[in-house]
């Protein structure tokens, strides 16, 4: 069945570690997206894909980055810099051009202890 | 029960009633509109969507109604289950921003059984 894999469910972090949450699509979607849920919030936008080797910064940039070195993958690293990272990460796919919602993956919980 | 949306409130309904979720949309150039559902730890579920060229769609237990004149959009569920509790997202679209969805904050449906 086709659809988009998040690793880990559950990760813990120590404070000043990176930590790589990974996204993996076999949908052949060309756009990937990566956004985070605070308790009782809505979603906000990291970072989003278009096409591979290609990648722009959403609202919510600072602290992040990621690559897209293969078109299924879309890897997100949460660094030292983001000042507070605990929360629930969630990756989604879609084709682009017309009007198509997102497919998105079970999300990453990430906590720092 | 009708609730306002972009402010994660709480609507909280009997079993078997009918809820109506509302979303007052941010921009007049949007033309797609989509429905989200977010189960407690899980990724949003696409429920529906629609055209600004329509004006209601129906699917299984559900109908979106969309007013373009006052920028609103509207989620009924027919005969709400307890299956149904969840926060819905309403979410939005245009051709100048590359196809991002622009996302309403929530609201938190509770089925009372």
């Known amino acids: 069945d086709g659809g988009i894999t998040q690793s880990p469910k559950y990760l813990f972090r120590k404070e000043g570690q990176n930590v790589t949450l990974s996204c993996e699509q076999n949908l052949n979607h060309d756009a990937m997206y990566w956004y985070r849920q605070d308790p009782g919030q809505g979603l906000r936008l990291i970072y989003y894909s278009q096409i591979v080797n290609d990648f722009q910064k959403g609202d919510i940039a600072e602290g992040y980055s990621v690559s897209r070195e293969k078109k299924e993958s879309f890897p997100l690293t949460v660094t030292s810099a983001q000042k507070n990272p605990t929360a629930f990460y969630l990756c989604?796919?879609?084709?682009?051009?017309?009007?198509?919602?997102?497919?998105f993956g079970s999300g990453t919980r990430l906590t720092v202890v | 029960g009708e609730s306002v949306g972009l402010h994660l409130p709480t609507l909280s309904v009997q079993e078997g009633d009918n809820s109506i979720i509302n979303c007052a949309y941010s921009n007049s150039a949007s033309d797609y509109f989509i429905w989200y559902k977010q189960e407690s730890g899980k990724g949003p579920q696409f429920i529906i969507d629609i055209r600004s060229n329509m004006d209601k769609r129906q699917g299984q237990r559900v109908t979106v109604l969309l007013n373009k004149t006052v920028k609103h959009l509207s989620l009924q569920i027919a005969a709400t289950q307890p299956g149904d509790s969840a926060v819905y997202f309403c979410?939005?679209?245009?051709?100048?921003?590359?196809?991002?969805?622009?996302w309403g904050l929530g609201t938190s449906l509770a089925v009372n059984p």
């Open positions: 979410a939005e679209t245009y051709a100048g921003n590359n196809r991002k969805l622009i």
């Open positions: 989604a796919s879609s084709p682009t051009g017309a009007n198509y919602g997102y497919t």
